[in-house]
Nanobody, 118 residues
Framework: QVQLVESGGGLVQAGGSLRLSCAAS????????MGWYRQAPGKQRGMVAAVDRSGKIIYAESVQGRFTISRDNAKNTMYLQMNGLKPEDTAVYYCRVVEPTTNPSIYWGPGTQVTVSS
């Protein structure tokens, strides 16, 4: 089983920055994919950014050029650097990983709140 804990959320003014972290309970080397998702009130949860084991990265169009995802295998941690934050970025941010050697293979963290004031 995999346990994930997000941190780094908070309240920031528009234009500001935050860095989210997602720490895993064990090695992340075997994770085939790691990603950040977000869910705003009344909206469905959607993908923000994801990185696979080969290093291929994808971003949602709404965050392209402002957010940067990275993973540090040595620290078993994934990050999301968020710059140029906008009020519409306000949401609960979740990390999600795919560990193909376990059943279930998809794990979610409990989430961290990001609030951007105008």
């Amino acid at each position: 089983q995999v346990q994930l804990v997000e941190s780094g959320g908070g309240l920031v003014q528009a234009g500001g920055s935050l860095r989210l972290s997602c720490a895993a309970s064990g090695s992340i080397i075997n994770f085939s994919s790691m990603g950040w998702y977000r869910q705003a009130p009344g909206k469905q949860r959607g993908m923000v950014a994801a990185v696979d084991r080969s290093g291929k990265i994808i971003y949602a169009e709404s965050v392209q050029g402002r957010f940067t995802i990275s993973r540090d295998n040595a620290k078993n941690t994934m990050y999301l650097q968020m710059n140029g934050l906008k009020p519409e970025d306000t949401a609960v941010y979740y990390c999600r990983v795919v560990e193909p050697t376990t059943n279930p293979s998809i794990y979610w963290g409990p989430g961290t709140q990001v609030t951007v004031s105008s």
